[in-house]
């Protein structure tokens, strides 16, 4: 059954102090990945000016994925709201 789990995330993200905890965990995680991806690729020596593109696909993962996670938090929290 493709909703079998739509009750329960609208339950999870009923409460404002949840949704809040949830998306501060997404930030922080976003802070983690951000410091993770930089300092691998200056552990592997992919620090200079011909690895820029390999650098901003990091950037864009740290914050793009978190992001998503929070868009859905936020969206069940705004259309289950009232």
Known sequence: DPN???A???HMFES????GVYVLAFVFLTLHLL???SSAFQS???NNKYTEGLKKVGVAYAVLVPLGFIFIAIFHFVSNAG
């Open 8 to 10: 329960e995330v609208v």
């Open 35 to 37: 410091h993770g991806f």
């Open 44 to 46: 592997v020596g992919a």
């Open 4 to 6: 079998r789990y739509y």
């Open 16 to 19: 404002p102090l949840r949704v």
